[in-house]
């Protein structure tokens, strides 16, 4: 018997597995933001609600009353802010930018939490069975990685979203299910087994893979089959239209990219209704 847990003991730490690790949060989130304060707290509630109890919020050179918005959640503990200066010129740069935040993350959330969603402030984490994610990531605790796809929402025609209704009850058309961004994901991992980042999007593991939500072995970028049945992201990209003319098409000229192509995309995103989030 004695010979046996020793087995154990050592298979455990050969392989980065404690069976008995305990951690102070089952599931969190990391996610860098800028300027968009006043859609945080919606964000927040949602996945509170999907069993999320820690979030650590880099706060890239806002210009809004951001501290205002997250003072409740701070004082909480719930919200750990951490300021991330770190100014960018291009696509690539902000890239750079996001991939240290995600970097930095990962060292402070290896011992606390047990799952780590990486994720923007206008993607909405959640499972179509009704289940909360933190639920659903019980059955995946074999794998160091999790994807989960895109579905992409636009405006829905919506001049600006009234305040105190927010984006889930108003913008309620998406992309169909075949557009080209779908096929993106982000990642949920469990830290202590990763090894490093691979961008925004995906994770180098100490040992194994990542997998969709059908737990079939993650392709990364070269992904031709789009998950979402068990878990899935809602992406408001646009938000409304305020938001896409204001901020999104300036933000993307400035990464030289061409504004038409930016409303092209966005037109796209309103073809399908689906108020799959739709509160009331």
């Known amino acids: 018997m004695k010979q046996l847990l020793l087995c154990i003991f050592f298979a455990c730490i050969q392989f980065g597995t404690h069976l008995w690790a305990d951690f102070k949060h089952e599931l969190s989130i990391c996610a860098i933001f800028q300027s968009d304060a006043k859609w945080l707290p919606e964000w927040i509630a949602f996945h509170k609600k999907q069993g999320v109890s820690h979030f650590w919020l880099y706060n890239n050179l806002s210009k809004d009353a951001y501290q205002t918005y997250l003072r409740p959640y701070i004082d909480s503990g719930l919200v750990e802010l951490i300021p991330w200066p770190i100014d960018y010129r291009s696509e690539p740069e902000w890239a750079s930018v996001q991939e240290g935040a995600y970097r930095d993350c990962l060292q402070r959330s290896r011992k606390v939490t047990r799952w780590c969603a990486f994720l923007d402030t206008d993607e909405f984490l959640f499972s179509p069975t009704g289940e909360t994610v933190a639920h659903i990531l019980q059955e995946f605790t074999e794998f160091p990685g999790v994807c989960a796809h895109w579905r992409m929402y636009g405006t829905s025609h919506v001049e600006k979203i009234p305040d105190g209704l927010g984006v889930l009850n108003t913008l309620l058309y998406r992309a169909p299910d075949d557009f080209g961004p779908h096929r993106l ?16 999007h995906m994770f180098s593991y100490k040992r194994g893979y990542a997998v969709d939500d059908q737990k079939h072995r993650h ?31 300036p933000r993307r000229l400035r990464w030289r990219e061409d504004a038409e192509a930016v409303l092209r995309a966005a037109s796209e995103m309103n073809a399908v209704y689906d108020p799959i989030l739709m509160v009331y």
Do not use: C, M
């Open 185 to 200: 994901f982000k990642s949920i991992v469990q830290p202590r087994k990763v090894k490093g980042t691979l961008g925004a």
């Open 219 to 249: 392709p990364g970028l070269a992904v031709q089959e789009i998950g979402g049945s068990i878990l899935r992201i809602n992406h408001y990209w646009t938000r409304d239209e305020e938001f896409l003319h204001q901020v999104k098409i």
